[in-house]
């Protein structure tokens, strides 16, 4: 959807381009990011209940996405105003009370130390001077230049980086663990310093810089006020959807794709075109050009796809339940981070920031409050169980979810969530339970992570292959990191060779390096010449 908003945004309606969208699903766009009907949970006429796959989270870093969302038309704005800042993240913990992140933005490494050790400073079970070699740490990342982190900290998982091992368990979960796996679902025992290191640059950055807020969230359920009006708008621009309509094939010939075979409900069709984007999960990309071998085989024509292959092995999981309250819960004006939650479990109160046209018309008419949570950690076992997630029926997900952020916000004499405010619960309906020999759940739709090292096999968005380009967040980018931000700037890129393959005139999309403060340039800058020169990281100007 990316990559046809971009290209007709920049050609109109015209015979510049026709533009096809081969949809797997048969009603509902957006992938992971998609609204999902509760089924049965819809009475007197009203809507069902929104589940979702998981919350959505638009980081303050975000800058591909957003610019797009301000091109599709909501009412008499866009969409990008449905956009609203959450202005706390809170760290909860079993037993214990909360911690509220709010800091100064630092200038210097003094400065840094100070914010992080205000932040985990009391109440947090670290060491002392744990906060204070973390800052060292992350400051290491900012002051080291480019070339650095894709020679060395590629090679380096965040975890080994900040001796993990060697540190308190409060260390490892609030700020090794925390922010990594918990709202970006990296893995710190197998993610890169540079992958992890950057991203966290950019959240501590929205925490602590004035103007780049952290985290914001949508003001209702994603499909009605962003996916279903951006449908209709590249509807009426001329883009035609073509429903429960999967790829199946990939056919080459003389150096070029020659066609795709889709499955459609009234069997194989082949789809012929000038130019074709795979903007498919990495697991799926794989299925496809593995259905592909043969002598129209793509990997032939561009072996480096065969890297997909192994790229796709390295997938974790991130789901989401839901939990629909009688009444609403804001347990705070943001997300909240269950550091110590044996199942990293990251949640969000979702009705407090939703406009009133959206919950009342929904359900029976008596839920009014989402609690929507993430589980990203599923082989460590629960509290409730003693099982780890993947080996609990979906009612007992659920109830272990609820049990972990009961232990985690009820604390300090204060009753947040009961059994008795709960209405009802919706598991993401990508995990299915199966029974060998015991329960087993598997995961439809698994999340790309990048491991180290990876860098080197995976692909750009422009393949060998003239007329085949990817938009994926597997696909190199800027953004490296599996989500909506780097989809969409995988999709611009495409865009951008398909303009360029066509001849055209129109302007190119533009594409934004993450943001890293200027004054930190010289810092940089000296570290580039120090590596040129063999030396290591110093982190000081003379």
């Not at 809170?90 to 130390?113: C, G, H, S, Y």
């Not at 309509?245 to 499955?263: D, E, Q």
């Not at 989401?320 to 943001?334: A, S, Y």
């Not at 190199?476 to 005139?505: H, P, W, Y």
Request: with cysteine.
């Amino acid at each position: 959807m990316s990559a046809a908003h971009e290209l007709i945004h920049r050609t109109g309606q015209s015979a510049d381009f026709e533009i096809h969208i081969f949809e797997k699903r048969s009603e509902t766009v957006g992938g992971k990011a998609r609204s999902i009907p509760v089924p049965g949970s819809a009475t007197g006429g009203r809507a069902p209940l929104p589940g979702e796959h998981g919350f959505r989270f638009f980081p303050g870093f975000y800058k591909h996405l957003p610019d797009t969302m301000a091109s599709i038309p909501y009412g008499e704005s866009t969409v990008v105003d449905n956009l609203v800042v959450a202005d706390r993240l809170e760290i909860a913990q079993f037993d214990k009370d909360p911690i509220v992140v709010a800091a100064r933005f630092p200038r210097t490494l003094d400065d840094l130390i100070t914010d992080i050790e205000a932040i985990f400073g009391e109440n947090t079970g670290l060491l002392p001077g744990e906060a204070r070699f973390f800052a060292g740490k992350l400051w290491q990342v900012l002051t080291s230049c480019q070339e650095r982190r894709l020679a060395s900290y590629e090679k380096i998982t965040w975890w080994d980086y900040l001796e993990a091992d060697t540190h308190s368990p409060a260390y490892r979960n609030l700020l090794v663990s925390g922010l990594s796996r918990s709202l970006l679902a990296n893995d710190p025992t197998k993610a890169s310093v540079r992958t992890v290191g950057d991203t966290n640059i950019q959240l501590f950055l929205g925490i602590l810089e004035p103007g780049h807020p952290t985290d914001r969230l949508l003001n209702g359920p994603t499909s009605k006020v962003w996916l279903d009006p951006w449908r209709q708008h590249l509807e009426q621009q001329g883009v035609i959807f073509h429903m429960d309509s999967p790829a199946a094939r990939i056919a080459v010939a003389n150096g070029r794709v020659s066609g795709v075979t889709v499955t459609t409900p009234q069997g194989e069709r082949t789809v012929t075109a000038d130019a074709y984007i795979c903007a498919l999960p990495v697991e799926r990309m794989e299925e496809l050009l593995e259905a592909s071998r043969g002598p129209g085989d793509p990997v032939k024509a561009d072996p480096s796809l065969a890297h997909i292959a192994a790229l796709a092995k390295e997938v974790s999981w991130m789901n989401g339940i839901q939990f629909f309250l009688k009444t609403d819960v804001p347990i705070t004006h943001g997300h909240v981070l269950y550091a110590d939650s044996p199942w990293a479990l990251t949640s969000i109160s979702e009705a407090q920031f939703w406009s009133n046209e959206h919950l009342p018309g929904c359900g029976d008419g008596t839920v009014n409050g989402i609690l929507s949570a993430c589980i990203s950690q599923w082989d460590t076992p629960g509290i409730l169980y003693g099982l780890p997630a993947r080996q609990c029926t979906r009612a007992q997900i659920a109830d272990e979810v609820w049990a972990q952020i009961k232990r985690s916000v009820n604390v300090g004499g204060k009753t947040l969530l009961t059994d008795a405010n709960r209405h009802s619960w919706f598991l993401d309906p990508d995990l299915t339970e199966t029974a060998n020999g015991g329960i087993e759940i598997s995961d439809a739709e698994p999340l790309f992570i990048n491991v180290t090292d990876s860098w080197a096999i995976r692909p750009e968005a422009v393949t060998a292959i003239p007329n085949l380009l990817l938009a994926s967040d597997y696909v190199r980018s800027f953004t490296d990191v599996a989500c909506m931000e780097a989809a969409n700037e995988t999709a611009r890129r495409a865009v951008n060779q398909i303009l360029k393959l066509a001849g055209s005139n129109a302007d190119p999309c533009t594409l934004w390096p993450l943001h890293e403060p200027d004054w930190l340039a010289p810092f940089r800058w000296h570290d580039k010449v120090r590596f040129e020169l063999g030396l290591p990281w110093n982190g000081h100007l003379i």
